[in-house]
């Protein structure tokens, strides 16, 4: 059975940080790229990040470019977005996802950005 759990969410105050991470179990990760999503109040899922499992080469948002970090640890089947200078707009749902599945979305980590 495949599960996406991910964690590390909270309450923030702007220009902080926080290290979310994506547990998977039911596959095996490094045969896929694996992407952050994140869902703003009232507003689409977006891309955030993706790392490919080919080259482990990454891509990220514009709006994150240069603040934030993916990367996967194979062996503990986890993948990790460490989010650096967090601005309110980074607010919102966190999620994981591989890319090119039909898996179900995990239940997300909210992260709120706020003083």
């Known amino acids: 059975q495949v599960q996406l759990v991910e964690s590390g969410g909270g309450l923030v105050q702007p220009g902080g940080s926080l290290r979310l991470s994506c547990a998977a179990s039911?596959?095996?990760?490094?045969?896929?790229?694996i992407g952050w999503f994140r869902q703003a109040p009232g507003k689409e899922r977006e891309g955030v990040s993706c790392?490919?499992?080919?080259?482990?080469?990454?891509n990220y948002a514009d709006s994150v470019k240069g603040r934030f970090t993916i990367s996967r640890d194979n062996a503990k089947k986890t993948v990790y977005l460490q989010m650096n200078s967090l601005k309110p707009e980074d607010t919102g749902v966190y999620y994981c996802?591989?890319?090119?599945?039909?898996?179900?979305w995990g239940q997300g980590t909210q992260v709120t950005v706020s003083s």
């Open positions: 996802k591989p890319y090119g599945t039909l898996y179900d």
């Open positions: 039911g596959f095996t990760l490094d045969n896929y790229a």
């Open positions: 790392l490919r499992s080919s080259d482990g080469s990454t």
